[in-house]
């Protein structure tokens, strides 16, 4: 029974027109209803007759054709409606021509207005042939039957426009869509990236003034090592994002995940489903400590300072506190290699507080470069939130990044 509607959508249109058709086909066949119809003109009744079922036919057989050939089915219809009038059958099939009408205002792609005129003309010629046939009406009831039809047709048109707009409407959505998953994909490849190859590059550089201390150049190129496995890990994870068959029920592999699988910056239809708990949004296991480390072992100098407990649902504050201090360490690394580096983050009930900053004695302190992608990805993602960015030099020379992140905000 529920592929029934699949199956009836698959026919063609004109097929699915038919049983309207022959459903006023056998209505105006009866001869209760002979008489019975749309009168104009005053024209005295007619017996039915063999021309009255060719009028019929004319009025109700074309309706399969209302969507498929919106012109020829209005044409044919009209064509019974006058041979109905004249002859003064007066068939309840004349009740097909608001249908044609409204048909071809909703159905019609190209020549409304042509298709318009021409049938305003043969209106005007039934007018005129109505008069001499028949006892006559007032001027005023034509125009009235006339501003009926129109409105039917009208109705279509008005139905067309709106069909025309969801099509629209869903295409920008669609676009919009996939713009917004090519920036976070973007994202999330700049934050992954960057960071870990960042890393590994000061750390190779640094292997290269250590060959006369085997035991500090087997600890740097260990660090090499991790870090490898790192990126290859978050990369794997970035890459799953990309298959739609894939899954992560029951799965703990040390990463980020499912964070990355509903990252703040990626606006979600309002009409999707429910996303994964909030705990499935958590950040690397050991929260801030591996990206401190992984700085420490690159040669960076951090101080780092944790206050209060994060709380147990604070929907995507925690990941983006948590690529805060990834980008603000990835940038000290490459722009300030060697400087202080202090990293403090607080938790309270409401929001989380971010502040990373290089106190300017490194060999390239304050040095501010790349193409800005990484602090704007977050000033974005912190203001989705509803928090507070600012990233820029301080009295002393040298650089801080700070962030105020409301906590349980939907995920």
Known sequence: MRRAPELWQRLDVTARDVPLA????AVSL?????????????????????????????????????????VVCVALVSVGFAMDQLLGYHTVAGTTLPIALFSAGAWLARVRRGAA?????????????????GSGESPGEYVTFYLALAFACGIGSWLRRTRAAEVELRRRIAEDTITAERTRIARELHDVVTHHVTAMVVQAEAARYLTAAPDRLDQTLSAVSDTGRR??????????????????????TPGRGDSERRDPGHRAPEHGGPGPAPEAMAPLTGGFHPLVEQARRA??????????????????????????????????????????????????????????GTDGSGARAGLVGGSGRGLAGLRERVDILGGDFSAGRDAAGGFVVQARIPAGAPS
């Open 22 to 25: 022959l459903l006023c086909l």
């Open 30 to 70: 009866l001869p209760a209803f002979h008489t019975q119809g749309t009168r104009i003109g005053g024209v005295p009744d007619r017996a039915f007759d063999a021309l009255g079922a060719a009028a019929v036919l004319l009025q109700c057989l074309p309706l399969a054709l209302r969507r498929r050939l919106p």
């Open 117 to 133: 005129l021409a049938f305003s003309a043969a209106f005007l010629l039934l007018v005129a042939a109505l008069q001499r046939v």
């Open 231 to 252: 990126a290859i890990t978050d990369l794997r994870h970035l890459l799953d994002l990309l298959n739609p068959d894939h899954s992560t029920p029951g799965h703990s």
């Open 299 to 356: 040669g960076q100098p951090v101080e780092f300072t944790e206050e209060g407990t994060p709380a147990e649902a604070s929907g995507s504050a925690g990941l983006v506190a948590y690529r805060v201090v990834q980008e603000a360490l990835t940038n000290a690394l490459k722009y300030a290699h060697g400087s202080r580096t202090s990293v403090r983050v607080r938790h309270s009930g409401t929001e989380i507080t971010v502040e990373v």
